[in-house]
């Protein structure tokens, strides 16, 4: 517990001291990657808190992470650019989403719940794709970030930084509280034996659903990061390629590992922004995928547990 606590705050200090460390070495670019590896960990993490924990293997999640987004965009074009006001409701937007989708799709289980949450998001996609007042099939984009107030200015891409540092932070430590209280014992063991815990009294669709709507809330969150990282919002945001891409980074990570979806976040987008610059592969970076295919199922054939899941094997 000790070492694990120093390792915590010793990524906390290294992720503090970041920014400076490359503005100094003249690497300004990697502090807006860092940024958007961080909002992927929040989506990431929220993906693993229904799959790992609550044993929900959603294949739609891409529909709370883009609705999320569009509600931020949607306020903006319509002359709401206070982070205060936009963010929650991308959040309060996404967790209704997640309620309607999760009420519906908790009857079935097993591969018909997991074609259910597809064929939501599918369908959001598509909605989204017809609204032509916002950008239909080609997006649209946003004029400047949300404002934060209180003097900050979220243009400067350090003070962005910081304040996706201090939402991710704010996430896992809610995450880390839940997992760790009577709720997240429940959301466990229902995913071991959900027979048993019904059959001991425990309401367990309630508890699935709650987890479910959690988990989709936190992903809008992340989705209202992500327009305000790009300024911009499409509709591949919804699509279910989005949803595959959040779940193979839970998967890299580790299942039901705490860390596993940051850890997967970042390992991820490193090695796609690696290996699809022209410095490593050259020319052939524009096949740049095959690589990362080949590392992941590596990782996969021989870490099953994931990333998070070795180091943890290891340090037994």
């Not at 309060?92 to 989403?97: G, I, K, S």
């Not at 699809?276 to 870490?303: C, E, F, R, T």
């Amino acid at each position: 517990m000790a070492r694990h606590r120093t390792l915590v705050v010793g990524a906390l200090l290294v992720a503090l001291a970041l920014p400076f460390v490359l503005s100094a070495t003249g690497h300004d670019f990697q502090i807006v990657f860092a940024a958007r590896i961080m909002i992927y960990a929040i989506a990431a993490a929220s993906l693993n808190l229904a799959i790992g924990y609550g044993g929900m293997i959603s294949f739609g999640h891409a529909a709370f992470f883009g609705g999320g987004a569009y509600m931020v965009g949607i306020l903006a074009a319509e002359g709401v650019g206070s982070a205060w006001l936009a963010w929650p409701a991308g959040v309060a937007v996404a967790a209704l989403a997640a309620l309607l989708v999760g009420a519906l799709s908790l009857a079935t289980r097993g591969v018909y719940f997991i074609m259910i949450t597809l064929a939501f998001a599918q369908m959001f996609y598509y909605v989204f794709v017809s609204l032509e007042a916002y950008g239909g099939d080609d997006g649209m984009s946003l004029a400047q970030r949300s404002g934060l107030g209180f003097g900050l200015d979220p243009s400067d891409d350090i003070t962005w930084y910081y304040v996706v540092l201090v939402l991710l932070v704010a996430v896992l430590y809610l995450l880390h509280r839940l997992i760790h209280s009577r709720f997240g014992r429940v959301i466990v063991a229902i995913r071991e034996n959900e027979s048993r815990a019904e059959a001991i009294g425990f309401p367990v669709y309630r508890y699935k659903l709650t987890c479910f709507v959690i988990s989709g809330a936190i992903a809008g969150l992340a989705g209202a990061l992500v327009a305000n990282h790009a300024n911009y919002v499409s509709p591949s945001l919804l699509h279910w390629m989005q949803s595959g891409t959040l779940m193979i980074m839970v998967i890299l990570g580790g299942v039901g590992r705490f860390w596993g979806g940051p850890i997967g976040a970042f390992v991820m987008l490193a090695l796609e922004e690696t290996l699809s610059g022209s410095g490593v592969l050259g020319a052939y970076s524009v096949h740049w995928q095959l690589p990362v295919g080949i590392i992941l199922l590596a990782i996969v054939m021989y870490a099953p547990q994931g990333i998070a899941g070795a180091f943890r094997g290891r340090n037994a």
